[in-house]
């Protein structure tokens, strides 16, 4: 199975003041023999979030631990285009386009299930580890 590192768990997962630490680290264990993927932009999300509240040394440390831990993939033009159209027909404004990157990630068969904490994804279908 693929699993898909969505930054609302990837920041809860790194920051040990987070209130969904615990749950985070829990929900990990499902890692073992699964291929773990990040996008570019997911990736870019998460060390943003981490630096801005837990520190820079924080950030780097995720960042470090993500690129030598798991794949990286990069949001193709096609996936873009294909989030767009998902963007646009969102009915709530507290959906991101970074999410909707996923969301089309989903859809083009990359991945199997999401570890998020987001509730937008299942509104998207998207399944995700529970």
């Known amino acids: 199975m693929t699993i898909f590192f969505d930054a609302s768990a990837a920041v809860s997962y790194f920051d040990v003041k987070d209130v969904n630490h615990a749950q985070a680290l829990s ?33 780097i440390d995720a960042g470090n631990y993500i690129r030598n831990n798991f794949s990286i993939i990069r949001i193709s033009p096609e996936a873009e285009n294909l989030a767009w159209e998902i ?16 969301f089309a990630l989903y859809q083009k068969g990359v991945f199997d299930k999401a570890f998020t904490f987001d509730k937008d994804f299942k509104i998207n279908k998207v399944p995700v580890l529970e």
Request: charged content about 20%; aromatic content about 10%.
């Open 87 to 102: 963007f646009k027909k969102q009915t709530s404004k507290n959906v991101s386009f970074v999410d909707c990157t996923t």
């Open 27 to 59: 929900l990990s264990s499902h890692f073992g023999e699964n291929k773990i993927i990040i996008s570019n932009y997911v990736f870019a999300e998460i060390v943003t979030i981490v630096s801005q509240n837990a520190g820079k040394d924080a950030a």
